[in-house]
């Protein structure tokens, strides 16, 4: 077996692999905070995208510069990771409430996330700029692993203290059904009345007060219920689950809402990959030569997207009951922005660019994981999550094998061809032809000027997109969090 085979056999064993981790610890923190879906996920995207910036820096202090020792750090050190913490992360019933100290817990975990990106993207530019000895990379790396084991100090310090305690005392006399999310079984007859209900009362109910919402639907199944009775109404049997319950797949996939999502995440998502896969030609057809600063900067905007976006979408979720999608929207609207300062290629433009298209190509991976699991529940959640996650390896084929490398070659042929009929007039056959045979560079803004325009129009239909599952999605999210937010009110 050759090289190339090898390495590609490599690359479908280690990426298959990460998505295994990815789902894993995903899928596992999500079902036992389901009240906080915004901060978890976007806490482990934030980690994930850090973790090539933490690997590198273990790298240089253990064994840089031998590369074979890269490669089997990197296939052994996450698998010792895995067996390690088996035991420990998985679905644990019984926290399914919102404790008072989860919001301070979720702050704290944050500021480590932030304090431990600055770090790095400072160790990063220091190590870039001077030359450094073994010793001071140690201590360097020494930092990075205190603030990384920071947040274990959480759950000790929740462990022995009273509230907790107190707490669990009180959950424990908690009904069943408040406990954990109820598993779904065939609808008797009462929830399939609730289920008529559901399709005759008006549009604008759900946005009423909760206890006038209750009262008009407590009438209206009372009338349902009487009329069944008399023969004068037949109650239908509603086919497969509803917005917020438990669904499968294939449940999912004749769904609009699910596609709604996923083709948003797959323009959105789509775009802002095709950006960092390109950034190298990009920046070097804008005429700069440290082009490495690009992809650092933009794995650090990547990861603050993703910490802001769970963040700023809970509190659109918890303190205004208002759809989650509504943050994606937000972010896709940035996107547009970012894509243009990068087309048009003014001065300065790409680092304001790189700064947009990062947080918002950051902020789907926080967003989008946990609208999945509240529209359609957490039971089949790994399979939806993976699902879902195809869009973003499929936008990245349409805008960047496809739209992208199309129009560089495109633009890079007819500029090769105006210097061509130059040299012809001037120079040898000999180097003429030698210029032709050459590898083909296209320089300006105009390279990537009609893709990123391109782009730009994509991000403008994802968001569309994503207002129309806001509109879909209203009453599902004023039923997820408008109770819990009017209860706390009063």
């Known amino acids: ?41 976007g806490i482990l995207k934030g980690f994930a995208g850090l973790s090539g910036a933490i690997l590198t820096q273990i790298y240089a202090i253990i064994h840089s510069p031998d590369s074979a020792n890269l490669i089997f750090m990197v296939a052994v050190g996450p698998a010792l990771v895995a067996i390690g913490v088996m035991f420990f992360i998985r679905p644990v019933a019984g926290h399914r409430q919102v404790r008072p100290s989860d919001g301070m817990s979720f702050s704290s975990v944050y500021g480590v996330c932030l304090l431990l990106a600055a ?16 010793t001071v990379i140690t201590i360097f790396t020494v930092v990075m692993f205190v603030i990384l084991l920071t947040p274990f100090l959480i759950p000790v310090t929740l462990t022995f203290s009273s509230e907790t305690t107190t707490y669990a005392e009180q959950e424990a006399l908690l009904p069943p059904s408040e406990k954990e999310e109820p598993a ?30 209750q009262k008009r639907i407590a009438q209206l199944q009372a009338k349902l219920l009487q009329a069944a ?43 802002g990959l095709t950006v960092i896969d390109n950034l190298g030609q990009m920046s070097q057809s804008l005429g700069y030569d440290n082009t490495h600063i690009f992809v650092s900067l933009i794995s650090i905007w990547n990861f603050l997207g993703r910490v802001g976006g769970g963040y700023l979408s809970e509190i659109v979720v918890r303190d205004f009951a208002y759809p989650r999608p509504i943050a994606m929207t937000i972010a896709q609207v940035l996107m547009i922005f970012g894509h243009v300062f990068i087309g048009m290629g003014w001065p ?8 947009i298209t990062g947080l918002g190509y950051g902020a789907h991976w926080a967003i989008v994981p946990a609208t999945a699991s509240e529209l359609f529940g957490l039971k089949k959640f790994g399979a939806l999550y993976n699902f879902i996650t195809l869009s973003t390896p499929m936008g990245s084929l349409i805008f960047s094998g496809l739209i992208a490398s199309s129009i560089y070659d495109s633009e890079a042929e007819k500029q090769a061809r105006n210097h061509l009929t130059q040299f012809q007039s001037s120079s040898s056959l000999w180097f003429t032809r030698l210029y032709a045979e050459g590898p083909h560079k296209c320089e300006g803004a105009i390279c990537f000027f009609l893709t990123c325009m391109i782009m730009a129009g994509f991000c403008a239909i994802a968001g569309i997109l994503s207002l129309i599952l806001v509109y879909r999605t209203k009453g599902v999210y004023h039923n997820l969090y408008g109770k819990s937010r009017t209860s706390t009110l009063s």
């Open 348 to 355: 300065g433009a790409m680092y304001i660019g790189t700064l």
């Open 1 to 41: 077996m050759d090289i190339i085979a090898q390495m590609c056999v490599l690359v479908f064993v280690g990426t298959n692999g990460e998505t295994y981790f990815n789902t894993v610890s995903l899928v596992s923190c999500v079902q036992n905070f389901p009240k906080s879906r915004g901060p978890v996920v």
């Open 184 to 213: 779904r079984t065939e609808p008797d007859g009462n929830e399939v009345i609730f289920s008529e209900v559901e399709d005759e009362k008006s549009e604008g109910e759900d946005l009423l007060p909760a206890s006038e919402r």
């Open 229 to 271: 009775a008399e023969g004068a109404v037949r109650v239908k049997r509603r086919k497969g689950p509803r917005r917020g319950e438990d669904f499968t797949l294939g449940q999912a996939l004749i769904k609009a809402d699910f596609w709604l999502i996923f083709s948003s995440h797959l323009l959105g998502s789509g775009t």
């Open 119 to 134: 770090y790095l993207m400072g160790v990063m530019l220091i190590e870039d700029l001077v030359t450094l000895s073994p």
